[in-house]
């Protein structure tokens, strides 16, 4: 397949390219700065974009069968300044992906976009409004406009929760439609970077989940 991935340069992006091209896939990796991504491959081409802008992006998803984004802005600490991060790019990026005829996009998000009064305590009074609400929040209203603005567009919503470095424990990835993963599996709010790599190039390759939001984990 030849792919398209954005937020390449960041700790799980960088490992969604190398997990691609270790399957044979061809990946245009479209960064802001090509200097920060130093891995070299006979497949792997290194462009950069404006993120903001949709003909900055459109000639490097013409051809792709996908456009992956591992894009982020980082927590919001005790900060009520309003986040619009992802509601400016997801609009140019679907815009380019029409203009060229891509429509299937696998984007990371992550568990507890939107409020759940049955979610934990901790999670609705000191996660969200304390450290990482106006992120979370302007990340619900994106999964919105796809949901709402974009049924021409098959994409994935990829909810991991906390993110870490640590190496795959080599048990399969858990995934329930939703935004957090409620089963006696589960043993921990984690989910290694490499996990979150091989879901989302394994959901790429066989075209599921489509038009859903997938919360994940490590097993």
Known sequence: MKLAVLGATGRTGILVVREALARGHEVTAVVRNPDKLTDKHDNLQVV??????????VPHFKGRDAVLSCLGCGPSFLSMRKVT???DLIRPMVDAMREVKVT?????SSWYTKYNSADPFIVNWVLKPLL????????AEMEDFLETDCLDIRYTLVRPPQLTDSEPTGKPVLCMEGQSIKSAERKRFTCCRKD???????????????????????G
């Open 104 to 108: 299937r996009l696998v984007f990371m």
């Open 48 to 57: 950069a974009a404006d993120i903001f802008d949709s003909s900055s992006m």
């Open 132 to 139: 990482l609400g106006q992120s979370l929040h302007n990340k």
């Open 85 to 87: 991060f992802f509601t």
């Open 196 to 218: 979150v790599a091989k879901f989302m190039i394994d959901i790429t390759e066989k075209d599921e989940h489509i038009q859903k939001s997938m919360a994940i984990a490590s």
